[in-house]
């Protein structure tokens, strides 16, 4: 069974790129022939459409973030389809073709620009079944996404199929008419970090207790909401850490923010970080984020056993379980956030048996394994259907 993804090249890995890549590797081991199908688009990148290589325009990310040097880390063939504007007639053309060239079995849609093209290509399941995941929009008044985001529900309500990872992302699917809907939970690979699970006795966080925000640096990560939280937790004389890792368009506002309030010294603000250390160099992980729908970073921290503190938004509900493997508290609303921050900072058995917990539903309701299986059973239903 040869199957392909197809989603847009944006130059880095976040957290739709990662969850994609561990799906089709862990696919590709279970004896399916994997491609790697990748949008190009000129204004992405630093280049002409025509070039042999290309340099993402956010240079200052670390180089093995980029998604083709992770494709080839993880030896999953792929291609590039160069492409001028957003939205291309010659791109759906160039993908039917390759799609009848290749004998695709299944062709799965990541992301509204792959959903439009892919869609269109394949003729909603016309010339080859076509599958799509959606890892959530922004919700930003901004017109173009406004009207970008109409465009690919309709496309999806098209779709022989359309996998959604979060309860809440199902629910906004099926009130806009997207019928065909199956849920698939995101799936985290073991093995589990070397330290994951203590073996013996609790795990005190040191003095000061490391409080840490990954992700891409962006407008709708909110981490105006984090460094408020922060100003607050000094002001009281709470011993604390705080620590910002990732790259992206916000960095100076960011780093303005930390000037003003009074926080370096306080807050580090660091570039590109790897999950995994990051993971063992905190003891709570902090989302603040204005919406999302499975975040891939709340998966690596229970991994880790880490405790979570997150805004109530989106998906989020469904991996974190208030008072039990962390806290939730209303999106704008620092004194809540630090408040729970602090308790935890206040009681380490509590935050041990957090991250614990943690761990145990994430092995309970998102291995690998589990949202592979199911894939797999997804496309051989549309392939002999």
Not at 125 to 147: A, M, N, Q
Request: charged letters at 25%.
């Amino acid at each position: 069974m040869k199957i392909v993804f197809l989603m847009q090249d944006i130059g880095a890995v976040y957290g739709a790129e990662q969850a994609t890549l561990d799906l089709a590797e862990g696919i590709r081991r279970q004896g399916a022939d994997i491609r790697i199908w990748l949008i190009e688009e000129a204004r992405l990148m630093n280049r002409s459409v025509d070039g042999e290589n290309s340099v993402p325009l956010d240079s200052g990310r670390d180089a093995a973030n980029s998604l083709r040097d992770a494709l080839d880390a993880r030896h999953i063939p792929w291609a590039s389809f160069p492409v001028k504007h957003a939205l291309s007639f010659s791109l759906v053309r160039m993908i039917r073709n390759r799609l009848v060239s290749d004998a695709v079995s299944v062709l799965h849609c990541v992301g509204y620009k792959a959903d439009v093209h892919g869609g269109w290509a394949a003729r909603f399941g016309r010339v080859v079944p076509c599958v799509s995941t959606v890892h959530g929009w922004l919700y930003r008044p901004d017109i173009k996404e406004i009207f970008y985001g109409w465009i690919n529900v309709q496309a999806l309500r098209r779709f022989q199929q359309v996998v959604v990872l979060s309860r809440y992302y199902e629910g906004i699917l099926s009130d806009r008419g997207v019928q065909r809907l199956i849920r698939i939970p995101t799936g985290i690979p073991d093995p589990p970090l070397p330290e994951a699970v203590p073996t013996e006795g609790r795990r005190r966080p040191p003095a000061p207790l490391r409080i840490g925000m990954l992700g891409r640096l962006s407008s709708e990560k909110n981490h105006d909401l984090f460094l408020r939280a922060a100003r607050k937790l000094i002001d009281r004389g709470t011993e604390a850490e705080f620590r910002i890792a990732g790259t992206g368009p916000e960095r100076a506002a960011i780093q303005k923010r930390i000037d003003q309030w009074g926080l370096n010294g306080y807050v580090n603000l660091s570039g590109y970080v790897d999950s995994s250390d990051f993971m063992r160099d905190i003891d709570v992980l902090v989302l603040c984020s204005r919406m999302e729908n499975l975040p891939y970073v709340i998966l690596e921290a229970m991994r880790a056993s880490r405790p979570v503190v997150a805004t109530r938004v989106g998906g989020i509900p469904d991996l974190v379980e208030d008072g039990i493997t962390g806290y939730l508290v209303a999106p704008y609303h620092a004194d809540q956030l630090a408040d729970r921050i602090e308790k935890i900072s206040n009681d380490p058995d509590l935050a041990y048996g957090m991250g614990l917990a943690g761990r145990k539903k994430l092995e309970c309701e998102f291995s690998r394994e589990r949202a592979i299986k199911a894939h797999i059973e997804l496309y051989e239903e549309l392939r002999d259907g």
